[in-house]
């Protein structure tokens, strides 16, 4: 059982920026594992926001966050990251990071797709 725990939550302003953290539990086999990050906000489901292939030279992103938001990860580290740029209102939601094993490239974008996730961290950007 693969172990995530999030970190870098906070509370900002509209336009400022964050940077997200999910350290991971599993080592070296950190490297094998495709990752996401994904959102909540009161009353909604839980959205994708954006995914990363285990080798890290694939990406992808929702079109609300594409161009704010970078994904990407260190593997060394075992540690994935989400850049946040340009904050919104409609970015307040619990973030959520999410691990599965991929194959070579390949990165997911929804809920059912991934075994493992962290605990949330909150992120709240006033106007």
């Known amino acids: 059982q693969v172990q995530l725990v999030e970190s870098g939550g906070g509370l900002v302003q509209a336009g400022d920026s964050l940077r997200l953290s999910c350290a991971a539990s599993i080592g070296r086999m950190f490297s094998s594992y495709a990752m996401g990050w994904f959102r909540q906000a009161p009353g909604k489901e839980r959205e994708f926001v954006a995914a990363?292939?285990?080798?890290?030279?694939?990406?992808s992103y929702a079109d609300s966050v594409k161009g704010r938001f970078t994904i990407s990860r260190d593997n060394a580290k075992s540690t994935l990251y989400l850049q946040m740029n340009s904050l919104n209102p409609e970015d307040t939601a619990v973030y959520y990071c999410?691990?599965?094993?991929?194959?070579?490239?390949?990165?997911?974008?929804?809920?059912?797709?991934?075994?493992?996730w962290g605990q949330g961290t909150q992120v709240t950007v006033s106007s």
């Open positions: 999410a691990a599965t094993l991929g194959g070579y490239g390949t990165y997911y974008e929804t809920v059912y797709e991934y075994k493992s």
């Open positions: 990363i292939s285990w080798s890290g030279d694939t990406t």
